[in-house]
């Protein structure tokens, strides 16, 4: 994957500046490592962490379908082993290399792990998490009491 860019995290200071042409090309890399056997679907997603990492992810399938694992669950899992952290950009791929949109499930662990502004990269561009999953459900409407 491409080395990590040496900026400061968010909380100290601006976003890190994206490169969407590298972080594709993570996904597109990745995406090559995917367990994909039943669908023939292979998926990659690489994200940028406030701090300047890149976490990825590559879907792992499973005989029993409804337990494969979204390249999306892959890379929140490499972003909590390797510190956390917020994601700051995502860009997910299909078989073919262009943008995916993500499936509903990982739309809210997206949400949930970079919020409103979190920039994803879609067919039709980039765009934030406020407008991909508007509305959305997050932590603070568990602690909501009617």
Do not use: K
């Amino acid at each position: 994957m491409s080395a990590s860019p040496s900026v400061s995290p968010s909380s100290s200071g601006p976003p890190p500046e994206v490169d969407w042409a590298a972080l594709r090309e993570d996904a597109r890399r990745v995406r090559h490592h995917a367990y994909a056997p039943y669908s023939g679907y292979p998926v990659g997603v690489a994200g940028l962490v406030d701090d300047g990492r890149i976490v990825v992810g590559c879907n792992v399938e499973n005989a029993s379908y409804g337990l494969a694992l979204c390249a999306e669950c892959g890379m929140i899992s490499a972003l909590h082993a390797s510190g956390g952290g917020r994601l700051v950009a995502v860009a997910c791929v299909g078989p073919d290399g262009e943008p995916l949109m993500p499936c509903g499930r990982c739309r809210q662990l997206l949400w949930e792990h970079g919020g409103p502004a979190l920039l994803l990269a879609t067919a039709r561009g980039v765009v934030a998490m406020s407008d991909v999953l508007p509305d959305a459900f997050g932590a603070e409407d568990l602690t909501r009491r009617t």
